[in-house]
């Protein structure tokens, strides 16, 4: 029931309370009101209180309306407790014909709240059910106060950012036509008219500001407008927004400038990088009718990097900058822009050194805040910052003048390098040197494969030599850290270009470097160690090897885990994820040579487990710790299963520790782990104690309501039934219960049939088969009204197993006691197809073959009738389509693991560890080649009756020359002659 307005204040006002109690009640309070008719516009009436007594319950009832919004506007069908939150149909047409209106009136920090309730609500229902928010919003951009159109346009500029960054579709530019022929006209004249105005108002900060903030949103809006492609009225009306974006590049105004603030940026910062944004757009799309604009706006963009100062305020403009320059230098169609050889100079001396030139601010942080250093700095980080910016540069000049750039910046590289000969203590010029050489020296890189190719023009390894490895050879981690970290990255990112052998030799440096205090040197020895043991070189046949192996890892290994966790054991660093993986990728490596040192490794890892478990906090970190647990699990026991009982000593204790505290982030993982561990028992151990105890609560419903757990859970219940399945016979029932919530969730419906499959698989017959009548029930519910591709993928690869584990009259028997004549319909009109469009590739393409050759031959009920016998030739054709298909790897049991250069880490959804991962199963390991089992069967029956199938197979086989001639391969390769 809605609370009435008095009670609504007086509860959101104890939602702000410092005492713990008060404030979850309140909260309980909210929550129980808010599906309820009537309570989101009495929240809304509180927020246009006039009542300055009232501010922080304004506030708090905006962020609370804000918060019902973004649950219960649209909630995930698939997702039950989110349809708990659902805002009354009843409200919302007056919550949207208000809101817009609601917002104009409200204090700044209160019209924040109000807009992104807006953008919440439009992009579920914008344009189709809310026509009369943009008329709304735009009727509002001539009004003479600049916090009212401000706010329309940071809404409108929320709205429309969902134009960027998505798949090209019909619907899309319907959308986009939709807002283009409502706004692009106004936008335009509203954006001449305050350009205009500047000058107007040269004097008043308070009026330029506002402008200014204005001219930044709308400049937000054009790059949205335009990004999958020109429209036209932009095209017809360039001329404006050109000169419009020149002036604005060329503005100053001392008025608006702080010269002591060096780290947020000025309003007209703002705006210019909204700016040279929208250039960059344009510049990369090559559209023909901005290209005679393109000689100014190179100078105008080159003078504006020429004024940028170091500090953290103009980083967004430099970087941006230089990605105009870049997008354009790299181009064959722009080269007489830049190919004057002065010009070249001018970029490498008055653009490239100052921005990979270290600042007072870069040293700062490489002290005082080492994780914000290393995401800007990192080889693989995705974060912009100038120097990554100024290397991109270079490759891009490099791409279309590579001696000349080359040749330019080795003047650079030697006069810098000759001064720090001289002195010392001129470190700063000997690291712009190192950054000039990665700028100059790559041709071809990736992120997680390092780089492919190089400049011919440099030779890296004498530069190395001669250069680099003397730092990484000083002994004493004071001297120049931040050239050290240089140095180490050096390394890591031409990781491709060093042999085993160079590498072995640097091994034991990059180590010492693990020693060292600062952050940022031990975190990039940490992060190069991992990346070399992810390198690969060719190997035979055409496939890549891993360039170091276990082998040559071995004799580093006591002092490369004393130095990695000698790092996680001190508490007064922060969790280095960077460490984690190394770890892990070493265990990976070192697989078959931690017999020795297991005990203490994991001891080692459960410790800094009990430690995160008390406050979880970085996600990469824990995801890597269970992987590194993963990896010992699966190195040691897949030796010997007799192990499993002293992983189970072990971890169950903190395993433990961590359900019953519900630790959120860390149940999934757990469940992985124990179905990993279970999965390894000798084979006749059962169960155990520990694992028959833990069952039970396993099937408490509030565990599988939290979506991150159904994954590991599922896994976790298959491992049960593969090993234990008689054990927890008396719990079928409260499997079934999951499953039948599972399937009737489209996320989830996947993992309700790996629990099926397992019932199927393990369980005694006589448990499950009673109560198959009603799963298929189920089943066939779920298909006739929520039929999907990937649902009937699914329960046709269940059919195709039912019937290969207990034959095709089993199967027809089921589902013709639920309707007479149903197994066959399902045939003709549900399974074949699935087969027709999609054919299932390794496991399952080998169980629906089994099942298929089963069906053919053991099926007497096709042949009575035209209708029957037309379904048993599509059967046939259906069966030789994915045997003879490539694409069906019929015989590959799994992918290919590349275990050493995967990518691993942390995902949001839910987080699969690689190394933990179940192994496929082959439900019919007594059939050893499905295909050739095929061809054996139909010889039998054609033997057994003869002239009956031979037309049957014609008829089948003549629809696709392909099938037939693969038919006849398949026979001769079987010593197969059919009658």
């Keep these: 029931m809605a609370l009435p307005a008095d009670q609504l204040r007086q509860v959101l006002s104890q939602s702000l309370s410092p005492d713990v109690t008060t404030r979850q009640n309140a909260e309980r309070a909210l929550l129980s009101s808010q599906t309820s008719q009537g309570h989101a516009l009495t929240v809304l009436r509180l927020v246009s209180s006039n009542d300055a007594a009232d501010g922080p319950v304004r506030q708090s009832a905006a962020v609370h309306f804000k918060n019902m919004v973004k649950k219960g506007w649209a909630p995930d069908p698939d997702d039950e407790d989110a349809k708990k939150f659902l805002v009354p149909s009843s409200d919302r047409d007056m919550i949207k014909n208000n809101l817009v209106e609601l917002m104009c009136t409200v204090p ?52 429309f950012k969902r134009f960027r960054y998505v798949q090209r579709s019909d619907a899309l530019y319907a959308d986009i036509l939709y807002v283009l022929q409502r706004v692009q006209e106004p936008l335009t004249q509203l954006f001449t008219t305050i350009t205009q105005q500047l000058d107007a108002h040269a004097n008043n900060i308070q009026e330029l500001t506002a402008r200014l903030e204005a001219l930044r949103s709308i400049n937000r809006i054009f790059y949205s407008l335009n990004y999958q492609d020109l429209p036209e009225y932009f095209e017809d009306h360039m001329k404006e927004w050109m000169v419009g974006f020149a002036k604005l590049l060329e503005y100053k105004n001392p008025i608006l400038v702080d010269n002591d603030e060096e780290l947020t940026p000025g309003p007209i910062d703002n705006v210019q990088v909204s700016v040279v944004q929208n250039l960059n757009l344009y510049g990369n799309k090559d559209e023909e009718p901005f290209l005679p604009y393109l000689p100014q706006f190179t100078t105008l963009v080159w003078n504006l ?19 105009f320059l870049s997008s354009l230098i790299g181009k064959l169609m722009h080269r007489k822009l830049f190919e004057e050889m002065g010009t070249l100079r001018e970029i490498v001396g008055r653009i490239v050194i100052p921005n990979l030139t270290l600042r007072e601010i870069d040293q700062e942080r490489f002290e005082d805040d080492p994780a914000e250093f290393i995401l800007s700095d990192m080889e693989s980080s995705d974060t912009e910052s100038r120097r990554k910016c100024t290397q991109e540069l270079l490759r891009a000049m490099c791409r279309q003048f590579e001696v000349e750039t080359t040749s330019i910046c080795a003047e650079h590289v030697t006069q810098m390098l000759g001064q720090f000969a001289a002195d010392k203590s001129k470190w700063e010029m000997k690291d712009v040197a190192i950054h000039l050489m990665l700028g100059v020296a790559i041709r071809a890189e990736s ?14 390894m004498d530069f190395f030599s001669t250069h680099v490895y003397t730092e990484l050879q000083e002994t004493d981690m004071k001297v120049r850290p931040m050239l050290k970290a240089t140095s180490i990255k050096f390394v890591s990112i031409f990781r491709n270009q060093f042999s085993k052998e160079q590498f072995c030799g640097l091994l034991p440096l990059l180590i010492a470097h693990l020693g060292s205090p600062d952050v940022v040197v031990h975190t990039y020895a940490a992060s190069a160690i991992e990346k070399m043991l992810t390198s690969k070189v060719d190997g035979p046949n055409n496939t890549k090897v891993a360039k170091v192996s276990g082998a040559d890892l071995k004799p580093f290994l006591g002092n490369l885990f004393n130095a990695l966790f000698t790092i996680v054991e001190n508490w007064d660093l922060n969790e280095n994820e960077y460490v984690m993986k190394c770890i892990m990728r070493s265990l990976n490596v070192a697989k078959d040579d931690l017999l020795d040192v297991v005990s203490i490794v994991l001891e080692k890892l459960t410790s800094a487990l009990g430690v995160v478990a008390k406050n979880p906090k970085n996600p990469q970190y824990n995801h890597f710790l269970f992987e590194s647990i993963a990896v010992l699990i699966r190195a040691v026991c897949s030796k010997d299963s007799a192990h499993t009982s002293a992983f189970e000593h072990f971890l169950f204790p903190p395993f433990q520790t961590i359900l019953q505290m519900d630790v959120v982030e860390f149940t999934p993982y757990v469940f992985q782990l124990l179905a990993q561990i279970l999965e390894f028992r000798p084979e006749g151990a059962g169960l155990g104690d520990g694992y028959t105890s833990l069952f039970p609560p396993l099937l408490t419903p509030t565990l599988w309501e939290r979506k991150s757990n159904v994954p590991a859970l599922s896994r976790l219940i298959v491992a049960y039934l593969g090993k234990g399945a008689k054990d927890i016979v008396p719990h079928l029932m409260g499997i079934l219960g999951v499953f039948q919530k599972l399937v009737s969730s489209k996320a989830n419906e996947q993992f309700a049939f790996d629990l099926l499959r397992a019932i199927v698989m393990y369980m005694p017959q006589e448990a499950f088969m009673p109560r198959m009548k009603d799963i298929f029930q189920i089943l066939l519910m779920k ?53 027709q469009s999609a054919s299932p590739t390794r496991l399952e393409a080998k169980t629906q073959v089994v099942g298929l050759t089963k069906l053919l031959c053991e099926t007497p009920a096709l042949l009575t009738d035209t209708n029957g016998q037309q379904i048993w030739s599509q059967i046939l054709a259906s069966a030789v389509k994915i045997v003879i298909s490539p694409d069906s790897h019929l015989t590959g049991v799994t992918d290919d693991d590349n275990d050493n250069d995967a990518e691993i880490g942390y995902d949001a959804s839910f987080s699969l560890l690689h190394f933990a991962k179940r192994p496929a199963v082959d439900a019919f390991p007594e059939v050893q080649d499905a295909g050739a089992a095929l061809a054996k069967s139909m010889q039998t029956i054609c033997a057994s009756h003869p002239g009956v199938f031979a037309p049957l197979i014609q008829q089948g086989l003549s629809v696709d020359p392909k099938l037939s001639s693969g038919f006849q391969s398949l026979c001769q390769k079987s010593g197969v002659h059919l009658a």
């Excluded at 089993?810 to 699935?834: A, C, T």
């Design 108 to 159: 700044p920090q209160i019209q924040a709240q109000c807009s992104e309730s807006i953008s919440l609500i439009a992009a579920h229902d914008f344009p189709q059910k809310w026509d009369n928010l943009l008329p709304d919003l735009i009727s509002r951009f001539g009004n003479p106060n600049w916090a009212v159109v401000n706010g329309v346009l940071l809404t409108a500029n929320s709205i």
């Design 305 to 323: 990097l020429m004024t940028v100062t170091p500090h953290t305020k103009h980083d967004a403009l430099a970087t941006i900058s230089i990605r």
């Design 447 to 460: 992120a997680q494969f390092g780089v492919s190719q190089v400049n011919d023009g440099i030779n890296i």
């Design 783 to 835: 298909l006739q009204h929520g039929k999907t591709p990937k649902f009937v993928g699914l329960v046709t690869h269940f059919f195709a197993l039912f019937i290969g584990k207990f034959g095709s009259q089993g199967y027809l028997d089921q589902l013709n006691q639920i309707q007479p004549g149903l197994g066959l319909m399902l045939l003709g009109q549900v399974w074949i197809p699935r087969l």
